[in-house]
């Protein structure tokens, strides 16, 4: 068995990882919501979202109901089904899970294989999910169906259009008929991994997608009233932008979120200024290639944040966060225990805690949720240690002496709520760290290795 002790300078809590299923000593902090691999087979196009009122929500296109949609909702301590799981006509594909924040409803779009592989939205209504509007109301196939809800609670589908050369559209459901929202196929040319998202500061429908008219970089256009128009240049991106995702801070920036062919895949995020699309914190922060990245911004602290399965690490799950100088882990990286497919990342309305939804190799291509807790959750008192951290409090640098065996392990220090705020390796038995751009308050320091986990609190003046 793993060796694992914890050692405090004020009272935190011990966390054993072979009681918690965690695959190494430093991600201890990532927690199954329910069991790994809940789904009752494979899971493919996992979508997460909370409710208005705080529960949580998955859709997935559920292989044990022949592809066919499946919801569930985690209450308590398990995962249980929303409606009758399965219950589309046929197979989906292609899925997003919305709330309406109008009425407080769930929301499916998903390319619909009944129906001719054109796009259908779905909505529980009464203990059961029905059409909106028609099904199948595209007037041909479609690939990456987008979702989202104007101010006053419509929904709005962005997605790649067959039936007119595989150009972005978008169409609007206006209360008995599914409407286009400006010209079909609004893109210059074949327009892929299409997301749209409303701008909160000015109520309007935004799209990104990878512009095949201007050698597939990413391209964001708004629609004004009357016309859909360019954000800034289209073809924006360095390189070739493999799955835009788009949203907004609270004071209605748009970010879009994508793997940058002109370096090696890994992730960027780039935000509009006003005037040009610049990056965010440096391009291509992630260890390796990344697939399937979702862009989500928590309220509680207005930042953006990441989740994609990064193929420099094994190809597991990571969840990154922007904290205004550069990228860093929620947590470490690799949180899953093998490949992770379809990430999807929400954040509970009541805390801001961040939650995760995957396709999870390690179980059987089921579906996983994991949600980041404190490291200062449920931990019990012992006594002596065997790092020093000085001065306590500190201003400028603090100094950190430990044991020759503790030597090559990492560093982080976090929030009490868990966010990383510095990461690196420590060699020497004596090291000092620059702590002067961070804000006052308490801090965690955590050092670990394979087998073991040192923490202990400090306080910034």
């Known amino acids: 068995m793993k060796r694992l002790f914890v050692v405090l300078g004020f009272l935190l809590p011990v966390f054993v990882c072979a009681q918690q299923s965690k695959f190494s000593a430093q991600d201890y902090r990532w927690l199954n919501v329910g069991s790994a691999g809940f789904t009752a087979h494979g899971a493919d196009f996992t979508s997460l979202a909370f409710s208005p009122a705080g529960t949580l929500y998955l859709a997935f296109k559920d292989w044990a109901n022949s592809n066919s949609l499946t919801v569930m909702k985690f209450e308590g301590n398990s995962w249980s089904y929303v409606g009758t799981p399965g219950f589309s006509t046929g197979a989906s594909d292609f899925l997003t899970l919305v709330f309406n924040p109008s009425d407080g409803q769930p929301y499916i779009a998903y390319i619909d294989v009944?129906?001719?592989?054109?796009?259908?939205?779905?909505?529980?209504?009464?203990?059961?999910?029905?059409?909106?509007?028609?099904?199948?109301?595209?007037?041909?196939?479609?690939?990456?169906?987008?979702?989202?809800?104007?101010?006053?609670?419509?929904?709005?589908?962005?997605?790649?259009?067959?039936?007119?050369?595989?150009?972005?559209?978008?169409?609007?459901?206006?209360?008995?008929?599914?409407?286009?929202?400006?010209?079909?196929?609004?893109?210059?040319?074949?327009?892929?991994?299409?997301?749209?998202?409303?701008?909160?500061?000015?109520?309007?429908?935004?799209?990104?997608?990878?512009?095949?008219?201007?050698?597939?970089?990413a391209t964001v256009a708004l629609f004004n009233g009357t016309q859909w128009v360019n954000v800034g240049s289209a073809g924006f991106s360095d390189g070739q932008a493999v799955g835009t995702c788009i949203a907004f801070n609270q004071?209605?920036?748009?970010?879009?979120?994508?793997?940058?062919?002109?370096?090696?895949?890994?992730?960027?995020?780039?935000?509009?200024?006003?005037?040009?699309?610049?990056?965010?914190?440096?391009?291509?922060?992630?260890?390796?290639?990344?697939?399937?990245?979702?862009?989500?911004?928590?309220?509680?602290?207005?930042?953006?944040?990441?989740?994609?399965?990064?193929?420099?690490?094994?190809?597991?799950?990571?969840?990154?966060?922007?904290?205004?100088?550069?990228?860093?882990?929620?947590?470490?990286?690799?949180?899953?225990?093998?490949?992770?497919?379809?990430?999807?990342?929400?954040?509970?309305?009541?805390?801001?805690?961040?939650?995760?939804?995957?396709?999870?190799?390690?179980?059987?291509?089921?579906?996983?949720?994991?949600?980041?807790?404190?490291?200062?959750?449920?931990?019990?008192?012992?006594?002596?240690?065997?790092?020093?951290?000085?001065?306590?409090?500190?201003?400028?640098?603090?100094?950190?002496?430990?044991?020759?065996?503790?030597?090559?392990?990492?560093?982080?220090?976090?929030?009490?709520?868990?966010?990383e705020m510095i990461n690196r390796l420590i060699s020497e038995s004596k090291t000092s760290i620059d702590i002067s751009r961070l804000c006052s308050g308490i801090y965690i320091l955590r050092i670990c290795d394979k087998n073991t986990v040192v923490t202990k609190k400090f306080i910034k003046h």
């Open 251 to 419: 004071a209605g920036e748009p970010y879009v979120a994508y793997s940058d062919g002109n370096i090696s895949f890994k992730s960027v995020v780039m935000k509009f200024d006003g005037i040009n699309w610049i990056n965010v914190g440096t391009a291509g922060f992630s260890a390796g290639r990344i697939y399937t990245p979702d862009l989500v911004f928590r309220l509680t602290d207005n930042n953006p944040y990441i989740a994609f399965s990064d193929w420099g690490v094994d190809q597991k799950a990571g969840v990154m966060y922007f904290d205004g100088n550069s990228w860093l882990n929620v947590g470490t990286a690799g949180i899953s225990g093998a490949r992770a497919d379809f990430t999807s990342l929400a954040f509970n309305p009541a805390n801001g805690q961040p939650y995760i939804a995957f396709r999870d190799y390690f179980s059987l291509n089921k579906a996983t949720v994991m949600k980041y807790d404190s490291a200062s959750v449920g931990i019990h008192e012992t006594p002596d240690s065997e790092i020093s951290v000085y001065p306590n409090p500190a201003v400028g640098y603090i100094t950190i002496e430990i044991p020759d065996g503790l030597k090559g392990s990492n560093l982080s220090i976090t929030k009490p709520d868990g966010l």
């Open 114 to 217: 009944a129906n001719s592989s054109k796009v259908t939205v779905m909505k529980f209504l009464e203990g059961n999910w029905v059409n909106v509007g028609n099904a199948g109301f595209s007037s041909a196939q479609v690939h990456f169906p987008s979702l989202a809800f104007s101010p006053t609670g419509e929904p709005y589908v962005a997605f790649e259009d067959w039936g007119n050369g595989q150009k972005a559209s978008v169409m609007k459901f206006d209360g008995a008929n599914w409407i286009p929202v400006g010209s079909m196929g609004l893109s210059a040319g074949w327009a892929t991994y299409t997301s749209l998202a409303f701008n909160p500061a000015n109520g309007l429908p935004y799209i990104a997608y990878t512009d095949y008219a201007n050698s597939y970089k």
